[in-house]
């Protein structure tokens, strides 16, 4: 979603390491492409103002500082006003002393505020909570069902009365109570633009059940419109915090970028996929993060957790630091990779990783020959590819849909690939780094990682020049079938 900006703060970045002293008339200069980058993303103007004048602030301190390096303090000066801007702190929700805690959402129609409800419930499952649904909506054909069918994929039951919406909330709040549930979330009405009924009805509800937190959906593809929205619900219903759906989108940005500094509340959960599990709590100083280009790694070391089990992970880890990691490792590796989201969300977490690839087109399809070879092998052919003849390859290219060279070159990298984790284990990344918290699965922790081979050198093990150059392969060192 920030891809543009991103692009542009890079290159601001990068000049400014590059230089030892700032003079006013760079500042100036750096101020310009700063405003620039910010209008592009569909900022709010009074934000970009306010914004840019606190950066110059420090950026002209810097420049009158017997500081090392002000390249560096207008750096960290950029990235503390993202971070302020993006919300500060990152939400916590405490929950009420007399259960049940209240949540009301409320948001225009559209904005995948029903889907949210349904996801903020499967997050409160995950937080060890026991949540219940209240369909309130009863404007939009349609709505209760989708919060049922919803309810029913995340395994959280759902109430409703179809006669009305204010007398639902309020009695969903007390079927709650009957049924020892510690956390309603109430599913109220939009419109497709704001009107003096809907901020009515939803002023009732909210009087009728008080919350202990309002959030308002917000559809992050929206950009100045989200501001105008914000305030008006802001103005009806004091939001506690705010959900962006759909930042998984190609918007530009603006409205996580400006609505926190228009009505002073933070960005509490993001959607980031379209699938139930794709929702998480919102870290602004991991977001200013990955828009700098500096990476996000604890928001990939949170994902990889959930996605792999640990002792199998270690397991893994093991069997590929003493070259026994076999095919059917890689293909459980694989899958549990994906269930971490897209290969390109992934990668834009990655610090260090080169924007060219950043910016690639990659496909998580790309994917799906590899598989498809390793699923047609049989089990002796999975744990030593070395036997696979030609007519073994034949057999698994015809049951894969793809070419016997494809299988070839699998088997080939595969066993280059289980070469370099051998050498890994042997230079000190293996044993030695084995259980560390912190570490990525499948990699056995992050101990020993000074003493493993360099960039290079492992480029040269794989045969190849690096990811992003011409014919380079994807993590992992498979190149996808043509």
């Avoid at 004091?238 to 930042?247: A, E, H, T």
């Avoid at 293909?331 to 690839?357: C, D, N, R, T, V």
Wanted: aromatic content about 4%; overall charge negative.
């Amino acid at each position: 979603m920030f891809d543009n900006l991103s692009n542009r703060l890079d290159g601001i970045v990068k000049r400014l390491r590059g230089k030892g002293r700032l003079t006013e008339a760079d500042v100036d200069e750096i101020m310009k492409e700063i405003r620039a980058a910010l209008l592009e993303a569909d900022v709010n103007v009074t934000v970009v103002r306010s914004v840019c004048n606190r950066i110059r602030e420090h950026a002209i301190g810097a420049t009158r500082s017997q500081a090392l390096d002000p390249g560096q303090q207008v750096v960290k000066a950029v990235n503390d006003e993202l971070v302020r801007i993006l919300g500060g702190e990152t939400l916590t929700v405490q929950y009420a002393s007399k259960p049940p805690t209240v949540i009301l959402m409320a948001g225009l129609q559209g904005s995948g505020k029903t889907t949210a409800t349904g996801k903020l419930a499967l997050w409160f499952k995950s937080q060890g909570r026991q949540p219940l649904l209240v369909g309130a909506d009863l404007q939009r054909p349609a709505a209760v069902e989708q919060l049922r069918t919803l309810g029913r994929q995340v395994d959280v039951p759902v109430y409703s009365d179809p006669e009305d919406p204010i007398l639902t909330a309020y009695e969903g709040v007390e079927e709650a109570k009957r049924l020892g549930r510690d956390v309603v979330i109430v599913d109220t009405a939009g419109r497709l633009s704001i009107d003096a009924e809907m901020m009515e009805q939803v002023r009732l509800i909210s009087g009728a059940v008080s919350p202990d937190y309002t959030f308002l959906v917000i559809d992050a593809m929206t950009g100045q419109d989200a501001v105008q929205t914000a305030e008006a619900f802001h103005e009806t219903l004091q939001i506690d915090g705010v959900i962006l759906s759909k930042l998984d989108g190609d918007a530009r940005g603006g409205a996580a970028l400006s609505v926190k500094e228009v009505i002073g509340r933070p960005i509490a959960f993001a959607s980031t996929g379209e699938k139930l599990d794709a929702f998480e709590q919102f870290h602004p100083d991991r977001m200013a993060s990955r828009i700098l280009g500096m990476g996000d790694v604890l928001t990939l070391i949170e994902q990889a957790e959930r996605a792999f089990e640990a002792d199998q992970a270690e397991q893994a880890a093991a069997r590929m630091m003493e070259g026994e990691f076999t095919l059917d490792d890689f293909l459980e590796q694989m899958q549990a990779i994906k269930k971490m989201g897209s290969l390109k969300s992934i990668m834009s977490m990655m610090p260090g990783m080169p924007k060219e690839l950043k910016n690639a087109e990659i496909d998580d399809e790309m994917l799906v020959p590899i598989e498809a070879m390793i699923s047609s092998m049989t089990a002796e052919e999975r744990a030593r590819p070395q036997i696979i003849n030609g007519s073994r390859r034949g057999r698994i290219a015809k049951g894969a849909g793809v070419e016997p060279g494809e299988v070839n070159r699998l088997v080939k990298q595969f066993g280059d690939m289980q070469k370099m984790m051998k050498k890994m284990g042997m230079t000190g990344g293996g044993k030695k780094g084995k259980g560390k918290r912190g570490g990525f699965p499948g990699l056995g922790g992050l101990g020993g990682m000074k003493d493993m081979p360099d960039m290079a050198e492992l480029q040269e093990m794989m045969g190849q020049g690096g990811p992003g150059a011409p014919g380079g392969q994807l993590p992992g060192g498979f190149n996808p079938p043509r």
